[in-house]
């Protein structure tokens, strides 16, 4: 592989994964946003399997696989199957910040990645560092859409966008993390992913619903 | 400076005043038999056309020259850009009057002269629909700009025909993520800027939906025939503006032979028509947007400006 078709390919699939970041805060379908996410995780595996085969490193290809059916096929199933049937668990209730202004918070977020992320492009100049502003924005979209959605399921979508960020900020610094420690995290994903599922199984079952806004307050 | 070019230039405008009719009817004839109906065929934008040409000139009591004079504007401001876009050949003796961003104000330019007109009849339509027409440009126009200045970049020059030169000497940056999403953000700013699905709808004339009919709900006869072609050529020229900033290939150079401007002609046709088919092939499949939706379309689309003109600035490979 050349250095302009690697630098082609990296700069390709940091723009999809911030892309598809920026998609999961325009959609509001919850079955699309989870799908999403399984492309965003096609996006974050694609890096490190870039890297792998551009250096002829097996490291950093087998850590890609294993992301690739982590993060783009057991995850989004695993949400999917959280998702609930009826019509009204489909979709996202009435956000607290409606879509216009969400996106236009997300632009903002972008061009604050980028601004503050600038003295660790100056340090290195290569195609891999120039690409961390996208997914350190995917990070802030990621804490931004983890505050202002009010489903337990699009939480829960928020916070494996934001490990997904810190992973890909992770894979495109360091180029490249050991398998020990990129299994340890993923691991740790796919619990915290159980536990979600769970919850929001016993919630609907308890509440029949999974707004998290009306179990703020005490009630008979 | 060429003759030719010169004559190219001049054929650029005629082909757009007689193209354009047939753009429309194109449109609306895939659109018919899309849906199972027989359709007027691809003539009849030309023959109502003709129609309203020799009816009596009316005015609305009580309008002034503003009325009178917006139907010329519009239609002489895309007359302008057919001209100065390298729509055949590059190098047009226009080139140097005016870069992207000076085709972006001629055209908002038109935009703003019906505007006008429209407030001036003192209807309730046609405040209404100015009203909504003028709120849809406000949220066009930063996108338009931004996606300008994304495709610029490359370029290093907003100047048309350099941005068109750029692309033809580079064809690899056609598919790079910036122009990639420039591109998806101008479809979507073309398409609310032309008034088609799922903005406005061009063939409503229902009071609560329709757009930008209701703003030139008073025209009759020559005026309307007047606003009606200024629209079917500011569709063609943005649609062969978009073809050849992605896809300028077959047009011809800055000094071009008879035989170049000929397959110029012949290449950009069969793009428009392309562009305008799939266009009306995907009005079928989606309906109106709710009008206080619109404003969530065009600011997603700014986001993508924004996210190309931040790919081609940060990502883009280091020149050293």
Same mark, same amino acid.
């Given at each position: 592989m050349s250095l302009a078709t690697y630098t082609g390919v990296l700069d390709l699939t940091a723009g999809a994964f911030l892309l598809a970041a920026v998609l999961i805060v325009w959609r509001r379908e919850l079955r699309s946003i989870v799908h999403l996410l399984a492309w965003q995780g096609v996006a974050l595996?694609? +890096?490190?399997? !870039?890297?792998?085969?551009?250096?002829?490193?097996?490291?950093?290809?087998i850590v890609g696989l294993v992301v690739l059916v982590l993060r783009a096929g057991v995850l989004p199933v695993l949400l999917l199957r959280a998702v609930g049937t009826a019509d009204a668990e489909r979709r996202e209730s009435t956000p607290l910040v409606n879509t216009t202004s969400s996106l236009l918070i997300t632009a903002a977020l972008t061009m604050l990645a980028y601004a503050v992320t600038r003295p660790i492009i100056a340090l290195d100049q290569a195609a891999a560092t120039r690409a961390v502003p996208a997914a350190f924005a995917v990070i802030l979209i990621a804490l931004f859409v983890m505050v202002s959605r009010r489903r337990a399921l699009s939480?829960?979508?928020? @916070?494996?966008?934001?490990?997904?960020? +810190? !992973?890909? !900020?992770? @894979?495109?610094? !360091?180029?490249?993390?050991?398998? +020990?420690?990129e299994l340890g995290a993923s691991m740790d994903v796919l619990f915290a992913v159980f536990v979600l599922g769970l919850l929001t199984g016993h919630m609907r079952r308890a509440f029949g619903g999974t707004d998290l806004d009306q179990l703020r307050e005490l009630r008979d | 400076m060429s003759a030719l070019s010169i004559v190219a230039a001049v054929?650029?405008?005629?082909?757009?005043?007689?193209?354009?009719p047939f753009v429309?009817?194109?449109?609306?004839?895939?659109?018919?038999?899309?849906?199972?109906? *027989?359709?007027?065929?691809?003539?009849? #934008?030309?023959?109502?056309?003709?129609?309203?040409?020799?009816?009596?000139?009316?005015?609305p009591r009580g309008t002034t020259l503003v009325f009178a004079v917006a139907p010329a504007i519009a239609a002489g401001t895309t007359l302008l850009i057919a001209a100065i876009l390298p729509i055949f050949a590059l190098g047009s003796p226009l080139d140097s009057v005016a870069d992207l961003f000076g085709v972006v104000g001629l055209l908002f330019l038109g935009t703003v002269a019906l505007t006008l007109a429209g407030l001036d009849t003192g209807t309730a339509f046609g405040g209404m629909g100015s009203s909504r027409e003028i709120t849809i440009a406000a949220l066009v126009e930063p996108t338009i700009l931004l996606a300008v200045f994304a495709l610029s970049i490359p370029g290093q020059s907003a100047n048309l025909s350099a941005i068109v030169s750029a692309t033809l000497d580079n064809p690899g940056q056609v598919f790079s993520l910036g122009s990639v999403l420039a591109f998806v953000a101008l479809v979507i700013v073309i398409i609310a800027e032309t008034?088609?699905? #799922?903005?406005?709808?061009? =063939?409503?004339?229902?009071?609560?939906?329709?757009?930008?009919?209701?703003?030139?709900?008073?025209?009759?006869? #020559?005026?309307?025939?007047?606003?009606?072609?200024a629209s079917g050529m500011r569709l063609t020229v943005l649609l062969a503006l978009l073809a050849n900033l992605f896809l300028p290939w077959g047009i011809a150079g800055a000094?071009? =032979?008879?035989?170049?401007?000929?397959?110029?002609?012949?290449?950009?046709?069969?793009?428009? =028509?392309?562009?305008?088919?799939?266009? *009306?092939?995907?009005e079928v499949f989606i309906a109106k947007l709710r009008y206080f939706r619109v404003p969530e379309?065009? =600011?997603g689309s700014f986001l993508l400006a924004l996210l190309a003109v931040t790919a081609s600035y940060f990502l883009a490979t280091p020149t050293r």
């Open positions: 595996a694609a +890096i490190p399997l !870039t890297e792998g085969l551009y250096e002829g490193n097996p490291g950093p290809v939480q829960a979508v928020g @916070f494996l966008m934001l490990d997904n960020g +810190i !992973t890909a !900020t992770a @894979f495109l610094i !360091t180029g490249g993390v050991p398998l +020990i420690v | 054929l650029q405008v005629v082909v757009v005043l007689v193209g354009a429309v009817g194109g449109m609306r004839q895939v659109r018919a038999r899309l849906e199972g109906r *027989a359709g007027g065929g691809v003539g009849q #934008p030309w023959r109502d056309l003709r129609k309203q040409l020799r009816k009596q000139q009316v005015t008034g088609r699905l #799922p903005v406005d709808n061009p =063939s409503t004339h229902l009071e609560l939906t329709m757009i930008h009919e209701a703003m030139v709900l008073e025209y009759a006869g #020559p005026k309307l025939a007047l606003v009606e072609w000094d071009p =032979s008879l035989l170049a401007v000929l397959i110029g002609v012949v290449a950009i046709a069969v793009k428009v =028509s392309v562009l305008a088919g799939l266009l *009306a092939a995907g379309l065009l =600011s």
